[in-house]
C-alpha cells in the first residue's frame, strides 16, 4: 500500500463530478442499510446480537496475546506452519521464498486486503512469479490496475464498457460485452484452467479460532474453497487481529459479518481449515502456512486507546453510512482500506504526516460507530488524532511559523472563551467587519478566512446586538394566562 | 422550577432570537429562568481542531459559571454533548476538575428533552396551519439518542400535519470546521438535505441544532428562495395563540 | 486447551432452536431455494436414487465424480453407464493430478452432506479421505445426498459436534448454501462465479 492520501481533496472533487460514482453511491447508500436491517431482522434482539458481537470483539483485544498463543500452538498441533513477519517486507519475503523453493511459476489469490495494504502483488511479479487475482472484483482491478472503490465490492462502479475492453486486451473475453454475466463468465474460464493446474494458493483469513487452531475464510464465488482444495502448497495470510476465541464466537461473529457486510445471512462458502490435508486425503493442500502479520499493528496494541482499531472485522458497513463516503467514493481516501476504517487505519499504518486529510474530513456524525457490528468509536479515535496532530505540530523543536500562528489564534479564541468580557469584545470588533460585507441582510462571500463556507451557502448578517446584550431588555414577566414567572440575572 | 440558560456562541452571536424563543417557552411553563453573562461557548470548535489544552482551558471556565446550578437548559444538542460527554475525557486528569465536569454531565439537558422528559410538556399552546418537517442532528439523536421529545413537542402544536423527511438522520454536512474546510463534500451532503426538504412539500424545516440551522439555511437562502428552516423553540414560540 | 472468554452480555437468542422437524425441513427448503438451490425430499433410498436419475436427466448431465458408490444408502453406481454417462468415483483416482483432472471436467459432483441447517438452507460437509474437497465445488452443478436425521437448526448444533475433539478435527470443515455467486459488476447478481451454477439437495426422509 502506498498512501496517496494527500491527493485526497483533488480525487474528491472528481468524483463529486463523475457521474457513475455518484449513481453508484446513491446506490450503496440508500440500498445497503435497507439490505443489512433486513438480514439483522432475523435475530429477535438486534441489540443484544449487537451488544454481543461487540462484547467478543473487545474480549478479543483484551486477550489478544494470549489468543494468538493459542491459535499458534493449535494451527502448529494440526500440522500447519505458522511463520510471524513483523512487516510488509517481511511477508513478501517469506511468501516469495515458498514460492521459489518450490519452482511455483504463478499463484492464485483470494480475495485479501493485507495482502494489497502490502503490495504483494507487485513483489510477487516483480521476482518472476506472476499472481491472478481470482475474486472477481479483485480481477477486474488487478487487470484495470484500479485502487479498491469500496472494501467490499472494490470494482463494483467501474463501467462493464471498460471492463470489457481491459478483458478484450487480457483475452479473458474473445468479444466485447457489456453484459456483467458475459464478462463473469469469461473470467470463469479463463481462470478455470489456472486453477486446475495450480501448485500453490495464497488466501487471506477471516478469523483464526484460537482454541482449535483453524483458519475461516467466508466467501460467495468459490474461488477460495478452489484455492484452499486445488494446490499442494497453501499460503494463508492473517493480520494479527483476526482472532476469535473459540467456534461458538467464530459463529457469532460470522452472523454479523455477513450481514453487515452484504446482508446475507450466510455467504455461499465458509470454509474451516484446521491444518493442511490428513495423510490419504486426495486433495487439499499436503503444506499450509499460516503468516501471522504485524505490519504496525502491535504498535497500535500497544496504545491503549488506539487498540480498538484492532477490532474491525472488515464489514464495510461503516462506509455504506458514511455520509462523507457515500458522496467521494473509495478513491480519495488513497489507501487499501477507504471510508471510516480507512480514516482510523491508515493514519496509524502511514503515519499522522501525510494523512491529515483522512482524519480531518469527518463531521463526526456518529453513523459508523452507530452500526460498527465490533463496537469500534471512530469519531472518537479521529478527534484523538486530531490532538495528537496539534500536539506534535507544537513539540519543542517541531514548531513551524504556521503551526506557532495556528497555535497563537486557538489561544486568543480559548481566551475569549474564558472571558466574558473579552468575548463581547471580540465580537463587537468583527461585527462590523463582516456586516461590511452583507447585502440584503446576508454575507455572500469574505475576502479572506473562512471563505469555504460561503462555496455553496449564505450567512446571515450578524445581529445587531448578541443574546448577552438583549437579555437585559427581556420581559419579565412573558404574557401567558396566569403564570408567574421571573427572568434573573447572576 | 429554576434554570440555568446555556446559549451557545452560534446562538449568542449569529441568532440570539433562538435564545429569547427558548427564555419565553420556559418562562410560559412556569420556569424561573436564570442567565450567567460570563457564560461564552463550551469549547467544542477548540476539542474538534485537536486544541485541547485550549479546549480545557474553556471547559474549566464553563464549569466555574455553571458548576453550582441545579439545572442546566440549552438549545444546542451538540453543545449540550461537548459538555457531558467531551469534558470528563478532557479533564480525566485532573480528577478534582473531572469530578465537577461529571456532576455537570448529570444536570444538563437539551431544551425539548427538558421540555418533554422534565417537565412532561407537550403542548406548549401553538397552533401552525401547515405542513411541517424535521431533520435529526447529529448530536441530537446519536449523541444524546433524542428523537421522540421534538417529535412530541411538534404533535402538540394545534393544525400542524408532520410529513417525514427523506434520509431525515443523515447529517447535513456542517460538521463545524468541516462545512468551511471540505466546502465541496459539505456541499453534496446540504445539498440533498434542501433537496429531500423540498421534495418533502413541508412549509417549513425544523430542527434542533443551532449548527445545522447555519448550514441549511445559509444553503436555503443562496439556492432555494423561500424555503424555510428553523429552530424549532423559534417556531414554537413564535406560534404560540396569543391571549 | 479451553480459552475462557470474560464477562459477556447474554448470547443473542436463536429462534430457530425452537422448531420441529417439520418445520426445519419446510425452512431448510425454503432458504435454499431462495439461494436458487433446490430442496428434493425423498421418502426412502430407492425413491432418491429416482430424483436422482430425473435431475440427470433434466439438466443432461453426461458426466459426474461421485464421492462413494454407496451414498446414504443410495445405489449411485446403479447409474451411469447404461445410460450413456461417464460416472466415476473418488477411490478411482489414484493421484491427486487425475482427481482434479475428472473434478474439473464433469459436469456434476455427487457428494453426501454430514449435516443440514435448517437456519439458511446450508449443507455442512467433513472433507477427508472419503470426501474429496473438489467434489463440490469444481463441477458445474453439486448434487447433495444427505438423511433428515442429519438436519439441525442452526449452525452451533455442528460446529459443536464437527470441532468437540481437537484432536480430531477434519482438516477441512465447509457450510455450503446454495450455488456460487458474485456481484461485484455494477451490483449485478448472478450464479455460478467459480463454483456451481446449480445445487441440489435430495434429503432422504426415512
Known amino acids: 500500500m502506498h498512501p496517496h492520501a494527500n491527493k485526497f481533496m483533488e480525487t474528491a472533487r472528481k468524483e463529486l463530478k463523475n457521474e457513475q460514482s455518484q449513481m453508484f453511491l446513491l446506490m450503496v447508500s440508500l440500498g445497503a442499510p435497507i439490505l443489512r436491517q433486513i438480514g439483522m431482522s432475523t435475530f429477535a434482539d438486534i441489540a443484544a446480537a449487537e451488544a454481543y458481537s461487540r462484547a467478543i470483539r473487545a474480549d478479543v483485544i483484551t486477550r489478544l496475546p494470549e489468543l494468538l498463543e493459542a491459535f499458534e500452538k493449535n494451527a502448529v498441533s494440526n500440522g500447519a506452519k505458522v511463520l510471524w513477519a513483523k512487516d510488509a517486507a517481511e511477508a513478501n519475503h517469506i511468501i516469495l521464498d515458498i514460492a521459489n523453493q518450490r519452482g511455483v511459476s504463478y499463484v492464485m489469490k483470494g480475495k485479501s486486503m493485507i495482502t494489497e495494504e502490502i503490495g504483494l502483488n507487485d513483489h510477487l511479479i516483480k521476482n518472476g512469479v506472476d499472481v491472478f487475482e481470482t475474486d472477481l472484483g479483485e480481477v477486474i482491478t488487478q487487470n484495470l490496475k484500479l485502487h479498491p472503490f469500496h472494501l467490499v465490492g472494490p470494482a463494483i462502479n467501474v463501467p462493464p464498457s471498460e471492463i470489457s475492453e481491459a478483458f478484450l486486451k487480457k483475452g479473458i473475453i474473445d468479444e466485447a460485452s457489456t453484459d456483467p454475466v458475459k464478462l463473469g463468465g469469461g473470467a470463469r474460464k479463463y481462470l478455470r484452467d489456472k486453477f486446475r493446474n495450480l501448485q500453490m494458493g495464497i488466501v487471506g483469513v477471516n478469523m483464526g479460532v484460537a482454541e482449535t487452531g483453524t483458519i475461516i475464510n467466508v466467501e460467495n464465488e468459490g474461488n477460495i474453497r478452489l484455492i484452499k482444495s486445488s494446490p499442494k502448497t497453501l499460503v494463508a495470510i492473517m493480520s494479527l487481529e483476526k482472532v476469535v476465541p473459540n467456534m461458538a464466537d467464530a459463529v457469532s461473529m460470522i452472523r454479523m459479518l455477513t450481514r453487515n457486510c452484504t446482508g446475507q445471512k450466510i455467504t455461499s462458502y465458509v470454509s474451516m481449515d484446521s491444518g493442511p490435508q490428513k495423510c490419504d486425503e486426495q486433495d487439499g493442500p499436503e503444506e499450509l502456512f499460516i503468516i501471522i502479520l504485524d505490519n504496525g499493528r502491535s504498535e497500535i496494541y500497544s496504545d491503549l486507546k488506539t487498540r480498538e482499531i484492532l477490532k474491525c472485522i472488515r464489514c464495510g458497513a461503516c462506509l455504506n453510512t458514511c455520509p462523507v463516503y457515500t458522496k467521494i467514493g473509495g478513491y480519495p481516501y488513497g489507501a487499501t482500506y477507504c471510508g471510516p476504517i480507512g480514516q482510523t487505519l491508515t493514519p496509524m499504518l502511514a503515519g499522522m504526516e501525510n494523512t491529515s486529510d483522512l482524519y480531518r474530513a469527518c463531521t463526526l456524525c456518529g453513523m459508523c460507530k452507530q452500526i460498527c457490528p465490533a463496537g469500534i468509536d471512530h469519531p472518537s479515535l479521529l478527534l484523538s488524532y486530531r490532538a495528537r496532530q496539534i500536539e506534535l505540530k507544537n513539540q519543542k523543536g517541531k514548531k513551524t511559523m504556521q503551526s506557532r500562528g495556528e497555535n497563537a489564534i486557538a489561544g486568543l479564541i480559548a481566551l475569549g472563551m474564558s472571558h466574558g468580557w473579552l468575548w463581547s469584545l471580540g465580537i463587537n470588533l468583527t461585527r462590523p467587519l463582516m456586516n461590511s460585507m452583507a447585502k440584503d441582510g446576508y454575507i455572500g462571500n469574505i475576502p479572506m478566512g473562512a471563505q469555504g463556507w460561503f462555496v455553496c451557502r449564505d450567512l446571515r448578517a450578524i445581529p445587531k446586538k448578541t443574546f448577552h446584550e438583549t437579555w437585559d431588555d427581556l420581559p419579565s414577566r412573558p404574557e401567558s394566562s396566569g403564570n408567574t414567572s421571573k427572568k434573573e440575572d447572576s | 422550577m429554576k434554570v440555568s440558560l446555556f446559549i451557545p456562541c452560534t446562538v449568542d452571536i449569529m441568532m440570539p432570537e433562538i435564545g429569547v424563543d427558548t427564555n419565553t417557552l420556559l418562562s410560559n411553563l412556569g420556569v424561573q429562568t436564570l442567565y450567567h453573562k460570563e457564560q461564552t461557548c463550551c469549547g467544542q470548535p477548540l476539542f474538534n481542531a485537536g486544541y485541547r489544552d485550549h479546549a480545557k482551558r474553556v471547559a474549566k471556565h464553563f464549569i466555574e459559571v455553571f458548576g453550582e446550578d441545579d439545572c442546566v437548559v440549552s438549545p444546542a444538542g451538540s453543545c449540550v454533548c461537548m459538555v457531558k460527554y467531551h469534558y470528563p475525557e478532557l479533564l480525566e486528569n485532573e480528577p478534582i476538575w473531572q469530578k465537577r465536569a461529571l456532576d455537570l454531565a448529570g444536570r444538563i439537558y437539551e431544551l425539548s428533552q427538558y421540555i418533554v422528559d422534565v417537565l412532561k410538556v407537550t403542548n406548549l399552546g401553538a397552533t401552525f396551519a401547515g405542513k411541517v418537517t424535521y431533520h435529526e442532528s447529529c448530536h441530537i439523536l446519536r449523541g444524546l439518542n433524542i428523537s421522540a421529545q421534538p417529535k412530541k413537542l411538534i404533535a402538540g402544536v394545534e393544525g400542524t400535519q408532520f410529513v417525514e423527511l427523506e434520509s431525515s438522520t443523515a447529517c447535513c454536512g456542517f460538521g463545524g470546521e468541516f462545512a468551511v474546510a471540505y466546502p465541496e463534500i459539505s456541499e453534496a451532503m446540504v445539498r440533498e438535505k434542501a433537496a429531500n426538504f423540498v421534495k418533502s412539500g413541508a412549509d417549513v424545516l425544523l430542527l434542533c441544532e443551532p449548527g445545522c440551522l447555519l448550514n441549511i439555511s445559509g444553503y436555503l437562502h443562496r439556492n432555494h428562495t423561500g424555503k424555510t428552516a428553523l429552530h424549532l423553540a423559534s417556531f414554537l414560540a413564535q406560534n404560540i395563540k396569543k391571549v | ?206
Do not use: W
Request: with cysteine; glycine share 8%; proline share 5%.
Open chain 3, 1 to 206: 486447551m479451553r480459552v475462557e472468554s470474560i464477562k459477556r452480555p447474554p448470547k443473542p437468542v436463536l429462534s430457530e432452536l425452537s422448531m420441529n422437524r417439520e418445520q426445519m425441513v419446510q425452512r431448510f427448503g425454503q432458504e435454499l431455494g431462495g439461494r436458487t438451490g433446490v430442496l428434493y425430499q425423498a421418502a426412502n433410498p430407492q425413491a432418491a436414487l429416482r430424483v436422482l436419475s430425473d435431475i440427470i436427466k433434466a439438466e443432461g448431465l453426461k458426466s459426474f465424480v461421485a464421492t462413494a458408490q454407496d451414498i446414504c444408502g443410495v445405489d449411485i453406481a446403479s447409474l451411469g453407464e447404461a445410460d450413456g454417462i461417464s460416472v466415476s468415483f473418488a477411490k478411482d483416482f489414484t493421484d491427486r493430478e487425475t482427481l482434479r483432472e475428472a473434478a474439473f471436467k464433469a459436469d456434476a459432483g455427487i457428494t453426501s452432506a454430514d449435516f443440514a441447517v435448517a437456519e439458511t438452507g446450508t449443507l455442512g460437509v467433513i472433507f477427508n479421505h472419503n470426501h474429496p474437497r473438489l467434489l463440490s465445488i469444481a463441477p458445474p452443478v453439486h448434487i447433495a445426498i444427505v438423511d433428515v436425521k442429519d438436519l439441525y437448526p442452526v449452525y452451533e448444533n455442528v460446529v459443536e459436534t464437527v470441532f468437540k475433539n481437537t484432536n480430531e478435527m477434519p482438516s477441512q470443515f465447509s457450510f455450503i448454501t446454495g450455488p456460487s455467486a458474485t456481484s461485484d459488476i455494477q451490483g449485478v447478481e448472478f450464479k455460478g462465479m467459480h463454483g456451481p451454477k446449480k445445487v441440489f439437495v435430495i434429503m432422504i426422509m426415512s
